[in-house]
């Protein structure tokens, strides 16, 4: 019975791809609207394939093999309605309630249901209906369905979907109908899939020795973690001398390729990782550099400006519900201004009167540290807090299969120099900037000359704590808020500073990108934490040989 099921479902198959019949195309089009009355059928004879509503209704009652003939026989019909259901079961929003078979609109047990026949609301939620079980053999045969069915969309993207679904599963019995579908395919990235997964379902044995030995070849072409282990299952059986050497050397060449891209990701990771330490460094640069503070409450302004998007995005959902995707832009601005006050009353009320006395003012800005975060602590509470990602920022780019890239890291290096950009303008085309840089290079003389030093270290200061808070509106995007979250950067904020030179933007720039590159390529092999010491060591015998980092400062102050 199995065996003249799956045949039948193979032929099937067949046919509406060689087809592509317009009845299945309009099957999309006249789905039934929800005041339309379902049509009753007569009963069918003995030798009549049951009803598409029959099949549906099976999908709700009996075992678990009554439900899986049930979807072969769905498939094999090529009723595009099919895939509306049977994706409601995969994801766990089919229902049945009083012989009827409903689908969820959500997850939720309070999400309202509607007839999955007429797709008229049933006036219950789920919570009042039974849920229809799926296990983990029906769950991979749905998969494969699902896949089937889109092969035959209209849709590229969702043929291109249904080729990769059935990549996962690789079902031998869709060997032919895949081959057929490929033939009339004519979307590259469609194409492309259905080649990809043809070739995988003929060489793990679907298909004669010539037909194996042409898939095992094709697989060189991709590079992904699942062709490279089914080329190396393949290995371990017994194969002949013609298709061991094809599958050892395409397996060569997928090995060759994650490699690369392999490498390729190290380095964006390296420069996301470089790309928040530049964030989380520059302000921090500019304070060190002109006053020579060492501000042990930078990480703290961190913390305050990632929890300033917090309450910026919460205002949106409470009072702006359908802007919210666009909180982020006013919590940028908002984030500077709120950390920047507040660094310039640290800087009146406690460091101006620290100048010159490092180990005091250490001391002070720690002190602010835990006051800051005992603050945070005691209004927000010590549980994390969650920033969820723009749209606009969620997802990825999957350049291929062993390289994604996440759309919130490609902002974030984007945001980050645009920032050091901003400041780059600022310090050389502004009176401030220009002040600034003559209060660094020289104070006495600054002062001599009618600068007004302490607005300067004031503004600096400030200035230093906003771009920190800037730092904190990016971070929310890829980590918890907490009262911790700055005490994870204040160090490698300052190695960043040290190695590339005190005060010295683009220095920043450099040592931030090297350490996030360096520390990248190093935690495959020596972990995260040994990497960090191996990388703190270095810099410790790097300044000894260049006290002033990679970038010095000139000036009479500076090399006195």
């Not at 099937?12 to 379902?38: E, K, R, T, W």
């Not at 469609?190 to 697989?219: C, F, N, P, S, Y």
């Not at 603050?375 to 010590?382: D, E, L, N, S």
């Not at 990497?531 to 006195?560: D, W, Y």
């Amino acid at each position: 019975m199995r065996a003249y099921s799956l045949r039948r479902f193979i032929t099937a198959m067949a046919l509406a791809v060689a087809a592509l019949s317009p009845s299945f195309v309009c099957a999309q089009d006249a789905a039934p609207s929800a005041d339309a009355p379902v049509a009753v059928e007569a009963a069918p004879t003995p030798d009549a394939p049951p009803s598409y509503e029959a099949l549906v209704l099976q999908l709700g009652n009996g075992g678990f093999d009554d439900k899986i003939k049930a979807v072969e026989t769905l498939t094999a019909t090529g009723d595009a309605r099919s895939i509306l259901v049977l994706q409601a079961m995969m994801d766990g929003n089919l229902y049945m309630h009083e012989s009827q078979v409903f689908i969820a609109e959500s997850g939720a047990r309070d999400a309202k249901l509607r007839n999955a026949l007429s797709n008229a609301d049933a006036g219950v939620t789920a919570a009042t209906a039974s849920r229809v079980t799926v296990n983990n053999r029906l769950r991979g045969i749905l998969r494969s369905a699902l896949g089937a069915l889109t092969l035959f969309s209209p849709d590229p993207a969702l043929r291109a979907n249904g080729a990769a679904a059935l990549f996962r599963s690789r079902p031998p019995e869709m060997a032919e109908p895949l081959a057929a579908a490929l033939a009339k395919e004519t979307d590259p990235a469609a194409k492309r899939e259905m080649e990809h997964t043809l070739a995988a379902i003929r060489v793990t044995g679907a298909g004669d020795e010539a037909q194996r030995i042409a898939a095992a070849a094709a697989l060189g072409n991709y590079a992904d973690p699942e062709t490279r282990a089914i080329l190396t299952g393949l290995l371990t059986g017994d194969l002949s001398p013609g298709l061991r050497a094809t599958v050892t050397s395409s397996l060569s060449k997928v090995e060759g390729k994650l490699a690369f891209w392999g490498v390729i990701n190290n380095v964006f990771q390296g420069v996301s990782l470089g790309s928040v330490l530049l964030l989380a460094a520059i302000g921090l640069a500019i304070t060190f550099g002109v006053m020579g503070v060492i501000n042990m409450a930078h990480g703290e302004m961190i913390m305050i400006g990632a929890y300033t998007t917090y309450m910026v995005q919460e205002l949106f959902r409470a009072y702006l519900p359908g802007l919210v995707d666009w909180s982020i832009v006013l919590s940028v601005p908002a984030a500077f201004l709120l950390t920047g006050a507040i660094g310039v009353a640290i800087e009146r009320g406690v460091i101006r009167f620290l100048y010159g006395r490092a180990l005091e003012t250490l001391l002070a800005t720690w002190g602010i540290s835990l006051i800051l975060q005992q603050a945070v602590r005691t209004i927000f509470g010590p549980t994390n807090r969650e920033v969820a990602t723009p749209s606009w920022m969620s997802g990825a780019w999957e350049v291929v299969g062993g390289l994604t890239l996440t759309y919130n890291r490609i902002a974030i290096v984007i945001f980050s120099l645009v920032v050091l950009g901003m400041i780059a303008l600022l310090m050389r085309h502004s009176t401030f900037g220009l002040h600034m840089r003559a209060v660094t290079q020289n104070r006495r003389m600054a002062s001599s000359l009618g600068i007004r030093t302490g607005a300067v270290d004031a503004l600096t200061f400030g200035l230093g704590s906003g771009i920190a808070g800037i730092a904190g509106v990016a971070l929310s995007q890829i980590s918890n808020v907490s009262p911790n979250l700055g005490q994870s950067f204040i160090i490698d904020s300052f190695m960043v500073v040290v190695f590339g030179g005190v005060g010295n933007l683009w220095g920043t720039l450099v040592g931030a990108f090297s350490l996030g590159l360096v520390n990248k390529f190093l935690e495959p092999y020596a972990g995260a934490v040994l990497g960090k010491i191996f990388v703190l060591v270095a810099i410790i015998l790097f300044i000894q040989k260049r006290p002033r980092g990679l970038f010095a400062l000139k000036g009479r102050s500076v090399e006195a």
